[in-house]
């Protein structure tokens, strides 16, 4: 195959280091861009197809998100070898609920599993749809343990009458 065809089909994912990329993440980094902008920050994560960045820029006690698009980036530099630990962004909302509340979301989540003519088991606080599904306390969407996409989607429509996270 003549050069002219590879360059043809080679795509930029090919020749990338996805674990260079890797130990960027979580280090302070300098990215310089196509127009010659240089930004400055804490890579939080990278895409390793597109090489699209998530930059964290610190401001006194304030945090800056800034997505670069991998296609506008000519250069990353890691700046500081040391690992810098960033506050959690994406943190679940946890709101503790009372025994008396878990209960009676059980039995409200069973009760419309049953309207819907969906066999419910309980074992140790889990209910259990014909060992196919599984729904751990607190009982909300992110509880459901599926590995059938159709069935778990069949569940968040019948859980979303219930209003429950």
């Not at 930059?55 to 040391?82: A, D, T, W, Y």
């Not at 209960?103 to 749809?129: G, M, Y």
């Not at 014909?130 to 751990?136: C, D, T, V």
Request: negative net charge; glycine residues 2%.
């Amino acid at each position: 195959m003549s050069s002219v065809h590879k360059k043809q089909y080679s795509h930029k994912i090919y020749n990338n280091d996805p674990l260079l990329l890797k130990s960027y993440i979580n280090k302070q980094i300098q990215i310089t861009t196509d127009d010659s902008t240089i930004h400055h920050g804490i890579l939080y994560t990278v895409d390793p197809v597109s090489e699209s960045v998530v930059l964290i820029e610190r401001e006194n006690e304030k945090f800056h998100v800034k997505v670069i698009v991998g296609h506008s980036i000519n250069n990353i530099q890691m700046i500081s070898n040391s690992t810098l630990h960033l506050p959690q962004f994406f943190n679940l909302a946890y709101h503790p609920m009372t025994d008396v509340e878990l209960s009676d979301r059980r039995k409200e989540i069973k009760k419309l599993f049953a309207q819907n003519r969906f066999p419910v088991t309980e074992h140790n606080d889990i209910l259990e749809i014909e060992n196919m599904l599984f729904i751990e306390p607190p009982y909300n969407l992110e509880n459901c343990i599926c590995t059938n996409p159709i069935i778990l989607n069949r569940v968040y429509n019948i859980l979303s009458q219930l209003n429950i996270d």
